[in-house]
């Protein structure tokens, strides 16, 4: 048991709403949305968390109140007219079966959202500042419009209590409206609304009582608000301050959810949503500061991943609940695990920022590391035992494999797992030799873990031969032999590149000038120029595409980039790798301009690729011939759901998955294990 | 003819001699009971079943030990008809006899052959658990006696004295009268003080079929509160406490002894004795384990515990109230009333606690829980559960009492699972939620009487204030308190362990549970469950409903041993060489069982905090909501 769990297993009474320990959830976006409904995936998802023994799980972010904050951006949902109350009703039933609370967030966007995703309407805000992380230009709020919005906020409030949800917050943070008003980078305003502090917090203050109003004094409201902008001309700790206790003071709100930074901007986005390149809870101190001078319950969510921080956090007093939100996208169960005395089953978020990274460009969220997560209604996060112990062959304990193991022997499979070297985990074992991505090695370890205590026979440092597999009289074999890096198809790249791979590996330890080529965008080429510089060498990293990084999300290609300008990493985009050929005991690397075809030509100690991997698919194809099913999945039988339908009695059915079919991703490879072998 | 006459006279004079003997020895040892206090012993009462509590309680006891029994029976058998029968040859029609002569020299031998058996445990070499000592001597007395009351017998059945005639019955005299003079202060002690122990027994609801197990109701008005000294007890506890024949029964049950925690129960007992007579023989049994040995002051008003005393207050404190050692007593003394008197004068009088048990008795004087903490945070468990309060119902079928377990974060994973079984059934049920406060149990057998009897009447109080027609309880401790010590305190309530009431359940088929037959469970009686309430048969059963293999731990039922969590031996922490539930958890673990079922907040609590545990620990209740989720 974790050090202070009794202060999280506590429950907390607000306005008589009794949530039952101090984990929660906050309200996001994760892409699920229909039509502007809250329908049954995303139902199911949080209904899961109430399963998993959650205290409270806030759903919606940025719910919109009024159709100039358009509900379309993030497939997000619609509280601007009654058609939505059912629908809350339905999702409110489903979470409070598991003894869980459902709250709502309630937002106007004001100048950041986009007027060319849904009705067509200009945006608002009090004044006409673009925001660079919208690229909107938005139209002034004349009164008309405040009275009209403040009215909508109303309904909205109404409406979340007739669908029988606990409560709602309105969101004032992130740069929406509300705050859009409160921070003087946004509001010039020169009437009521604009000036002195007193008169930006008017029209949040108007807002909160309308919904007081509609919604009545016993319904919990509360507000997400920042604790600092961190922004030269935004709002200070101390403004913040001020706010949270004149609302507090006023008693238009219940609680308080604090966080640090906003986002209107690249690397602001990145600092709101920490990801694993910060220290955990980094910005811990805004809540505690403002838990110190309001009487009312504080919340807070932004990096805490493990239970031991959560703890630490309620206990040493400085929030009342712990947001937990991604933490719980990486393991919707942990507070029953918790409870339950098995804190070492939690699979704990490494803070990939996977999910969030995929919603802002338009994607619906998926944990990095457990597939289950947003797929509730077709993929389990508990294993159902299976009718027939089956003898499983897992070659490659690399995440997919690892995963297959997992999900055999929770299927009550006899399992036997090879693996080459000395170390599970695959490719993550790599990508977590390089600086700020070391968290990454927590996926294959909490895989190793669970492998080892449901008694998967893992072989380390046994390379698998057909002999070998055969000799286990498997039933079933799943090749997840990973991928090996690829040199590319430049001239010369085969004799004289090395791959990124090799950097991490150690197997090459460049030194002096490096021209690191990337043709995938991804982490892998950043990272190991940030290590390279860092080791002293002066590296330039050239690529296809129109940035570095371009594939790497929102929340961790700013710190990717922000670390390049700092080691001096030269960046050259629009670039082409078309030859290598060595002059001396140096290398020159003739690129030419994607845009121009001009070439140019770089003289350096050593040049470094990324081009992704090729299939290790060797033993699959010996394995091959001799299987019942000649290596194919069933997919029609798979995205059904079904199991696969080949007769075992006459031999031993082959299935390959992961970088071993096609190089992907980690979440790629875990999806293939899981859906693969939920029905094994 | 004329020659043996004197003698068939002076052979009968002997064991009249030795009865008179016995009786002084009796009477100048009764002089030493005399400091004790008044008791209210009903006499007639215990005189007239004094055969049936020798026959059938003693009996049921000694039997554990088959050898010891047979033995018993025959030495003491022998030695009391031989004495009989020879002690009537006074009157002449027998004395002239001859077959009566035989009779009694059967009855001799019958003895004689008792005294091999007792010299045989012994002699080569001693069992470990017996004193050594004076009991030493005692089969050379015993064979000195039949064997000379056997020629003796033989010799005037067949009528042919001459001159042997004087040396059997010296022999005879030797041996009979050294028996009685051992009736003071050596091994046949133990034949007086025990028959008169059995009828002046201070707990005599033992003999009737009923656990005579509640701690009796201090005067906190008396001007002495508890026992310092042997004068302080009343004069049937100084009785029975020289009924001890220095067995060892008591040590080899002890889970303190076991542990090497500074507790011997025998020698516990023999210095109550030892303090009451300056001229105690030297004891002669196993010592307190770490081996200390103070002789002290000794003496009706002697100081019995203290660091320089002949008790220290380490080895008071290192009980676990467990009554084992009241279970295995042959002679029926009553160990744990005796360290709960000490305790009582140490903590009431002295103020002297253990320095670590401090903070919680304190704590539940101020506040009314042990670790201090809100009484509303007992019910943070179920939060969620939204579990039913007696304060919004008035009254209900029954009344959880959820205990100090609700406090603990693993403990509540059995409480809610109960609940869960409880709205399973349709029980009709609420609990006192903030209005609970600790039955004080632990302040009891800290001796902190004070703060139980405040906590009870307080309970007591609320319980008034609501209709319900029993208390139901996963805490045995408070199952004791609420069903046998409250009713000193005016409440008189009707309380069933959870597992009784979940047994009920099943049997009236409102819980139909499955059959989860891939575990094999051994089950751990809590002390308070089972000796304390005699309760063994309910929990295997739920057991046995849900289909688990069942095995048994080598001490299982009302001989189980405990896991070290009771009588504030947890938070007291005298440090011992091993640590009880360490053995205890080995004991499980020789079944080969993979989980141990446990019925207790201690035992739970005590069980899995055992570093490297090849078992689980789960509740009874956890194991039958599987079932019952299993069942679905």
């Known amino acids: ?680 | 003819m004329h020659s043996f006459m004197p003698l068939t006279t002076v052979f009968p004079g002997l064991v009249w001699a030795m009865a008179a003997l016995a009786l002084v020895q009796t009477a100048r040892r009764a002089a030493l009971w005399r400091v004790g206090s008044a008791a209210p012993v009903a006499w007639l009462h215990g005189l007239a079943r004094l055969p049936r509590r020798y026959l059938v309680d003693v009996h049921h006891v000694v039997a554990r030990d088959p050898y010891a029994s047979r033995m018993h029976a025959v030495v003491a058998g022998g030695l009391l008809a031989a004495s009989l029968l020879t002690a009537l040859a006074i009157l002449p029609p027998l004395a002239q006899s001859r077959a009566y002569w035989l009779l009694v020299a059967l009855a001799f031998a019958v003895t004689a052959v008792g005294s091999v058996l007792v010299g045989a445990r012994r002699y080569p070499a001693k069992q470990k658990r017996l004193s050594a000592g004076r009991f030493q001597i005692l089969p050379f007395l015993l064979l000195a006696y039949a064997v000379g009351g056997t020629l003796t017998a033989l010799l005037l059945a067949v009528g042919t004295g001459g001159i042997a005639l004087p040396f059997t019955l010296a022999l005879a005299a030797a041996g009979g009268l050294g028996l009685a003079f051992e009736v003071r202060q050596g091994p046949m002690r133990h034949a007086v003080a025990g028959a008169l122990h059995l009828a002046a027994h201070p707990r005599p609801g033992r003999f009737e079929g009923r656990p005579d197990t509640a701690l009796q109701p201090l005067d906190l008005e008396a001007p002495r509160l508890g026992a310092e000294m042997p004068a302080d007890f009343t004069w049937n506890r100084l009785l029975s406490y020289d009924a001890c024949v220095s067995c060892g029964r008591c040590e080899i049950a002890c889970p303190a002894f076991a542990a090497g925690q500074p507790l011997n129960p025998k020698r516990l007992i023999q210095d109550l004795v030892a303090g009451l007579n300056p001229a105690e023989p030297p004891y002669a049994g196993n010592p307190y384990p770490g081996g200390r040995e103070a002789e002290g002051e000794r003496g009706p008003l002697a100081r019995l515990i203290g660091p320089d005393a002949r008790i220290h207050p380490d080895t008071l404190w290192s009980c676990t109230t467990c009554r084992a050692c009241v279970e295995e007593c042959p002679m029926m003394i009553e160990h744990v009333d005796a360290v709960v008197s000490l305790r009582r004068y140490q903590t009431l009088e002295r103020g002297a606690l253990p320095e670590k048990a401090i903070g919680p008795v304190t704590e539940l004087r101020q506040s009314g829980d042990a670790g201090g903490r809100p009484l509303p945070a007992r019910t943070d468990f179920a939060a969620g559960l939204d579990l039913p309060l007696m304060a919004d119902r008035g009254q209900a079928d029954v009344l959880l009492w959820l205990g100090e377990g609700a406090y603990d974060l693993r403990y509540g994973r059995t409480l809610r699972a109960l609940v869960r079984l409880l709205r399973q059934a349709n029980v009709d049920f609420a609990v006192l939620g903030p209005e609970e406060r600790d039955t004080g149990d632990l302040a009891r057998r800290l001796g902190d009487e004070a703060t139980f009897q405040a906590l009870a009447r307080e309970n007591v109080a609320t319980l008034a204030k609501y209709r319900f027609a029993r208390i139901v309880t996963a805490d045995p401790h408070a199952l004791h308190a609420l069903r046998n010590e409250y009713p000193a305190f005016g409440g008189p309530y009707t309380v069933v362990h959870h597992t009784a009431f979940l047994l009920e359940l099943i049997r009236a088929g409102r819980l139909t549970p499955g059959r989860l037959p891939d575990l094999s469970v051994t089950y751990h009686d809590p002390c308070y469950l089972a000796r304390y309430n005699g309760e063994t048969e309910a929990p295997r059963a739920v057991l046995d409903a849900i289909g688990l293999a069942r095995v048994e731990m080598a001490r299982s039922g009302k001989r189980a041993m405990c896991c070290g969590g009771g009588g504030g031996a947890p938070v007291s922490d005298i440090p011992g060489e091993r640590r009880i539930p360490d053995l205890r958890m080995a004991q499980a673990a020789e079944t080969g069982a993979g989980v141990v079922a446990v019925a207790c907040p201690s035992c739970t609590a005590m069980l899995e905090g055992v570093t490297d545990r090849k078992a689980e620990v789960r509740d009874i209740a956890e194991l039958l909501l599987q079932a019952v989720e299993a069942g679905r």
Request: hydrophobic share 40%.
């Open chain 1, 1 to 680: 048991m974790i050090a202070n769990a009794d202060a999280l297993l506590k429950p907390l009474t607000i306005k008589g709403l009794t949530i039952r320990n101090r984990v929660m959830s906050t309200s996001h976006a994760p892409g699920y949305g229909r039509d502007g409904k809250p329908q049954e995936r995303y139902q199911l998802y949080h209904a899961e968390k109430a399963k998993g023994g959650i205290g409270l799980t806030m759903f919606g972010g940025s719910s919109s109140v009024a159709p100039d904050s358009p509900a379309a951006p993030w497939n997000q949902i619609s509280v601007a007219d009654d058609s939505v109350i059912p629908y809350f009703r339905q999702f409110s039933d489903r979470v409070h079966a598991h003894g869980g609370k459902l709250m709502i967030q309630l937002t106007h966007m004001g100048r950041r959202t986009k007027w060319d995703t849904e009705h067509w309407l200009p945006t608002i805000s009090p004044s006409p500042r673009r925001e660079p992380a919208s690229r909107t230009i938005p139209k002034e709020m004349e009164e008309e419009d405040i009275a009209r919005v403040v009215k909508s906020f109303a309904d909205a409030a109404r409406r979340c209590r007739e669908g029988g949800l606990d409560g709602c917050e309105v969101s004032a943070a992130h740069g929406h409206l509300i705050d859009q008003f409160w921070s003087p980078s946004v509001n010039q305003r020169t009437d009521k609304y604009g000036g002195s502090l007193e008169n930006r917090m008017r029209f949040g203050i108007e807002v909160l009582e309308a919904m007081r109003a509609a919604a009545g004094d016993d319904y919990v409201i509360g507000i997400r608000m920042s604790g600092d902008e961190m922004i030269a001309d935004g709002l200070s700790q101390e403004d913040c301050l001020t706010i949270a206790t004149e609302y507090a003071k006023r008693g238009l709100v219940d609680f308080l959810n604090v966080l640090g930074g906003q986002a209107r901007d690249h690397i602001a986005h990145a600092i709101s949503l920490p990801n694993m390149s910060f220290p955990v809870a980094p910005f811990l101190f805004l809540p505690s500061a403002i838990k110190r001078e309001v009487d009312i319950p504080v919340f807070h969510a932004q990096r805490v991943t493990d239970l031991a921080t959560a703890a630490r956090a309620v206990a040493e007093g400085h929030v009342d609940m712990v947001a937990m939100t991604r933490a719980h996208i990486a393991d919707p169960h942990l507070v029953k695990k918790l409870s339950e005395g098995r804190a070492d089953d939690i699979r704990q978020c490494v803070g990939a920022g996977y999910c969030i990274d995929r919603i802002y460009v338009g994607g619906d969220a998926l944990c990095i590391q457990n597939a289950a997560t947003g797929r509730e209604a077709t993929m389990p996060h508990e294993i159902r035992k299976a009718d027939l112990r089956r003898r499983v062959v897992v070659i490659g304990a690399g995440p997919g494999g690892l995963e297959a193991a997992r999900v055999c022997a929770e299927r009550g499979h006899a399992v036997v797992l090879f693996e080459k070297s000395g170390q599970a985990g695959g490719q993550i074992g790599l990508a977590a030799k390089a600086g700020w991505r070391e968290a990454m090695s927590g996926i294959p370890r909490w895989l190793v873990a669970q492998v080892t205590k449901l008694g998967v026979d893992l072989r380390l440092n046994t390379e698998a031969t057909e002999a070998a597999v055969l000799a286990e009289k498997p039933d079933v074999v799943i090749v997840a032999t990973g991928g090996t890096p690829f040199r590319g198809h430049a001239k010369g790249a085969e004799q004289h590149a090395v791959t990124t791979a090799e950097v991490l590996s150690g197997a090459v330890e460049p030194t002096g000038s490096v021209l690191l080529y990337d043709e995938m965008g991804q982490h892998n080429a950043s990272s190991v120029a940030e290590l390279l510089a860092k080791r002293g060498c002066l590296v330039e990293i050239a690529t296809h595409d129109r940035m570095v990084a371009e594939e790497v999300g929102t929340t961790n290609q700013p710190i990717h980039l922000r670390e390049l300008y700092k080691l001096g990493v030269v960046m050259t985009p629009n670039m082409e790798l078309i030859e290598i050929y060595p002059e001396g005991n140096r290398f020159v690397a003739a690129l030419r301009n994607t845009m121009t075809d001009a070439e140019e030509e770089r003289v350096v100690d050593r040049i470094v690729v990324d081009h992704g991997t090729l299939p290790v698919d060797e033993l699959y194809r010996a394995l091959k011939g001799a299987s019942v099913n000649h290596g194919q999945t069933d997919q029609d039988a798979m995205l059904r759901g079904e199991p696969q339908p080949f007769d075992l009695s006459k031999g031993y059915a082959l299935y390959r998955i992961g970088d071993a079919v096609a190089g992907r991703n980690i979440h790629a490879a875990i999806y293939d294990a899981l859906r693969l072998c939920k029905d094994l």
